[in-house]
């Protein structure tokens, strides 16, 4: 049950888990499951759960690194570090969609690329990582991922331009128009729709990002292409 790639995972987590069909469970889609099947066949329990902890060891640290701060400021603080694609990124840091378990039609659509599985199987893995161990454990692990939470903080502040930064990347040797942004699907009844865009560079696919208006799904997608691009730069 335990793979390479998950071993691999382990490592990069700073954790071994006793029990391995947490994490596997964790990495989950539910589109990898049959109908029909049941909540504890794939990782949306454990993302509610994982979600409830990434909110209070944020809100954790913030409270001691930020001891004159009031409450509206430090949740602000919180927002940004637990955004969706902030979770994303980490979640790619980690290279979560090397392990994401997910059905063939979601594959077929870059669902393991897909910031909102990834955001979503990432809060996932903390959940297991609670279940398997305690709450001193998870909290360590968790801030390792995110490092030095202030440094991280600065590093989201400046990244408010996404697509910009992706433009200043490609722009130099490429021109204006070689990336390029494609809906792929809109969700939803008019008043809370959801946007799926992609971004290429040129034919190539940098990036997909979902958000309640094109131009956040948009900048969703260059946030996620800005991280690809470290591992897999331009030619």
Known sequence: MMTPALLALQDRLGYKFRDPALIVRALTHPSFRPDPATAADHNQRLEFLGDAILQLVLTEALFQLYPDEREGDLSRRRATLAKGSVLAKLALELELDACLLVGVSESRTGGEQRASNLSDAFEAVFGAV?????WVTVRRVLLGVY?????????????HNPKGQLQE??????????????????????HERLYHVEVFFL????GQGSGSSKKLAEEAAARIALVSLKTKPLT
């Not at 609670?130 to 305690?134: R, T």
């Not at 490092?147 to 990244?159: F, I, K, M, S, T």
């Open 203 to 206: 034919n190539r696919a940098l």
């Open 130 to 134: 609670y279940l398997d161990s305690d």
């Open 169 to 190: 990347i490609v722009q130099p040797l490429h021109g204006n128009k070689a990336v390029r942004y494609e809906l792929l699907r809109t969700e939803g009844n008019d």
């Open 147 to 159: 490092g030095d939470v202030r440094a991280r903080l600065v590093g989201l502040v400046n990244q």
